[in-house]
């Protein structure tokens, strides 16, 4: 567990140790999940670019389904932080609850359109008959997922918020390990299993994922965990419950579904700049994600720790630990466009790519990597440092106004209108950036991004 008080407040080693004590457990699960992501790319890029396509339109329902989700346990996250830190365990596993059963609403409300009626949500990408014929077999099979991933997203969180983030890898590394073993099998049919190209790819994925839930659930709720918890304990919450858990996670989760309302448009307009541009987008994002593991896991780490400070009432220890998260944050982001930069043209090379494509990706990477330390910033400030700090409010009106009122309309007109190069509307993108930052750094100065609401 977490042992924030009785220290010195500028004691380095203490505040390093509970830093990286939730931090790498992150990292390695994140870094585990973007690996295992990029190999499962690579494997299905073997079946050609409209493969890598269908998949990568089939994933942008996921994406949006995804980051509400995220958004709704990252408000969660707030109060189990908080509670954690004032040591009220009972209102922790009433709130978990009622986390988990709105999530189930939204992710049964997303297991409809996609077992249901997916081709009209990928004939919005594409009028391709191969891909939408293999985004729509990905999406029938892969959307039996979404319920039990909601749950898993829960449990991490709460295990996560208590200082036990090492459960939430050891799952990880089972249930990724299986799809990518899976992947391996189904795909191409290797050994004797039936080769099933697109559909191979998310049966594996299903099955990963009820694996994931299946070991989170039996460490939480069949162990005796901190967190474990009868069904009359999870369901005990009332409609003022409801409704203090709404004013602090609805901004969350608003924030999250305009944020991936916002690259849904992002990828809709490259995807109208042809397969090859849009199959160079969906490998870039795939490498960069392997870049972001160390700047994700500082930034729950600093969502973590601010909860639980600000659950124990102590102020001046938070304030010394954002100065000190906010630099390491931005020399991590240093050191990962150096990173990036070395490592693009080995990473490309394991990928089958038509020369054109190859070039694009080399370029799109290329770019990316100065924007990463401005990229890190603007998530620790608006995941990390505003939401552990119950200022949703701010980060949504952060997050929006750069993405809507920036990001959005030259990425759109640029792709849509003006037809540019890929990289050109890419670089554009990066406005929006900026803009955050500018928005960003005055509220954290002002320190009114300090709130308790437990």
Known sequence: MLELEKKDINNQNHFYKILLTIAIPIIVQNFLSSSLNMVDNLMIGNLGEASIAAVGQANQLFFLF???????????????????????????????GMTMVLGGLIAGLFTIIAVIIPERVMGLYSEDPEVLKSSVEYLKIVGFSYILGNLSVTMIFALRSTGQAFVPMLSSILGLGTNTLLNYLLINGAFGFPRMEVRGAALATLIARVIEFSVLFYIVFVKNNLLNASFKEL??????????????????????????????VYNYSYSKLGVSSFAA????????????????????????????????????????????????????????????????????????????????????????????????????FVVGLFRGGGDTRYSLFAETA?????????????????????????????????????????????????????
Request: aromatic content about 14%.
């Open 66 to 96: 995804t980051l509400m989700s995220f958004g709704l346990n990252s408000g969660g996250a707030i109060f189990f932080s908080q509670f954690h830190g004032s040591g009220d365990y009972k209102s922790f596993k009433k709130y978990m």
């Open 235 to 264: 369901t005990s919450f009332k409609k003022p419950n409801i409704s203090s858990f709404l004013r602090v996670a609805a901004p969350v989760l608003l924030n999250e579904t305009f944020w991936s309302l916002g690259i849904v």
């Open 281 to 380: 987008i969906q490998i870039q994002n795939t490498i960069t994600q392997l870049f972001y593991v160390f700047s994700f896991g500082i930034c729950n780490a600093a969502a973590i720790i601010t909860g639980n400070l600000i659950g124990k009432g102590d102020v001046e220890r938070l304030k010394v630990y954002a100065s000190k998260i906010i630099r390491l944050t931005f020399l991590i982001g240093v050191i990962t466009s150096l990173l990036l930069t070395v490592s693009k043209n080995p990473i490309l090379s394991l990928y089958r790519l038509e020369e054109g494509t190859r070039d694009t990706t080399f370029k799109l990477l290329t770019y990316i990597s100065f924007i990463v330390p401005v990229r890190f910033l603007n998530v620790l």
């Open 402 to 454: 750069s993405l809507w009122l920036v990001g959005v309309p030259l990425v759109s007109v640029a792709a849509l209108v003006l037809k540019l190069p890929v990289e050109r509307v890419f670089i554009l993108s990066f406005f929006e950036e900026m803009v955050k930052l500018s928005i960003c750094l005055p509220r954290y100065k002002s320190k009114k991004w300090i709130h308790r609401v437990v």
